[in-house]
């Protein structure tokens, strides 16, 4: 019996040795490249925390700056900011603050510079579409009508179809072009939420261009047009 139970572990040890000998290598490779990834994955959410919580810290003082009105200082910041930590959600925010502060002090070409890198640099759609939105005001304050149509080109962010028509509304009458501006304001009105006072500031636009919409969401033809 016990010579029979030899025999079994033998072939046993002889398997585990042939198995070994043809396919250890593999297996030890696999082990090494499964552990170095687990200690790479480790370490990458080690840093991606270590730079949110500077970041944090950093945009708590680019806020401080920007509610004092200190636009000198939260230029600087947001250029540290931007340079150390600008993978980071703090970063974009930023902008956004520092392009505000600066167009506030009248710092506009300042404020564009801050927004074009939220645009070209965020990793969210939604920032990039409020870069786009923001800095088209500040080109049509400017009278920059074409470049301000450019960047609503790129603002496409779901949820933000009603401000961008709006604000394309706003060029397109600026440029001399008021029937596309009001079919632009008509395209805001009715994608924006009816509870929203906002939409009382596009239908007054409407009015103004003898176009009132109509309470069905079709576009009244106005009081001339009327029989």
Wanted: no cysteine; glycine share 8%; hydrophobic share 40%.
């Amino acid at each position: 019996m016990a010579s029979h139970l030899d025999l079994e572990e033998q072939e046993q040890l002889d398997s585990v040795k042939r198995f070994w000998s043809q396919y250890g290598n593999l297996v030890v490779g696999v082990l090494i490249v499964a552990l170095a990834s687990f200690s790479a994955w480790n370490g990458w959410n080690w840093w991606q925390r270590d730079q949110s919580v500077k970041a944090a810290a950093m945009f708590d003082e680019l806020s401080r700056a920007g509610q004092a009105g200190d636009a000198e200082r939260t230029g600087r910041i947001f250029t540290d900011l931007k340079d150390r930590y600008g993978s980071t959600a703090f970063a974009e925010q930023g902008g956004l603050l520092n392009a505000r502060v600066q167009a506030d002090a009248g710092q506009v070409d300042t404020a564009k510079a801050a927004l074009e890198w939220v645009g070209a640099n965020a990793t969210e759609m939604e920032y990039q579409t409020v870069a786009h939105l923001r800095l088209a005001g500040l080109l049509l304050d400017a009278k920059q009508y074409d470049e301000a149509l450019k960047q609503l080109q790129a603002a496409t962010a779901p949820g933000f179809e009603a401000l961008v028509d709006d604000r394309r509304g706003d060029v397109l009458f600026a440029q001399g072009k008021p029937d596309e501006a009001k079919a632009a304001y008509q395209k805001s009105w009715q994608a924006m939420d009816p509870k929203l006072d906002y939409r009382r500031l596009v239908e007054a636009k409407l009015v103004s261009l003898g176009s009132p919409p109509a309470a069905d969401g079709s576009q009244s033809t106005g009081a001339g047009d009327s029989k």
